[in-house]
């Protein structure tokens, strides 16, 4: 096993409730006859198997799945950067070496099958947090954050802000450039049109061959 596995963990952050979509957990939306965390989950296994969810709501499907869930550590909603606070917090509490969090939002199922790999590749001895790209589009939720920076993000949510790259970019901040032709890899699902879309997507992408589901996380 390459060594940088031992010291990364991926969170999928489930979030709140989505209003434009009946009020439901958007993890749990079908796409033809298959929930997005399901989804998510066939192409993240096989990459990985350090997971963890973040989570406001309890919910007894999301416990089914018997990975941790984390609640935000902060008192209110103050948003994704929340998640990746309680996530840091979490993996210096439970488990201290590993000091990279990689970040996945619960409504975007087809992220590549060699998203771990390519971190991988891009983290060096200078790394604090590399974003995602897409058709040079950034995705500040779909990164990796070296666990040290925690108490600065600690320090940023005290002074109210919620803005992950206004805090992003006061560190050493690199970006990771995916490429997809037929699709955004990093599509995400906010609307009735949007799950139509990933249907279409998903029926597409599918006729490919996806790895086997790896074992429960081992977290």
Known sequence: MHKLYSEIAVVIMIGGKSSRLGGGIKSLIKINNKKIFD??????????????????????????????????????????????????????????????LLTLPGDTPFIPLNLVSCFEEKINQDSKIILAKSND?????????????????NEHLESGTRKILEWAENHPLEFLEFNEKSYDPFFNINTQIDINKAEDIEKKIYLKKIPKKIEKSKV
Do not use: C
């Open 137 to 153: 589009k950034i995705h500040p939720i779909i990164g990796a954050w070296h666990t040290s920076l925690l108490t600065s993000l």
């Open 39 to 100: 989804i998510i989950l066939e192409r993240i296994q096989p990459q990985i198997d350090k997971i963890i969810v973040n989570s406001n709501i309890e919910d007894t499907e999301i416990s089914k799945y018997k990975f941790p869930i984390i609640k935000d550590v902060k008192q209110g909603y103050l948003g994704p950067l929340a998640g990746i606070h309680a996530g840091m917090q979490w993996l210096n509490k439970n488990k201290p070496k590993v000091d990279w």
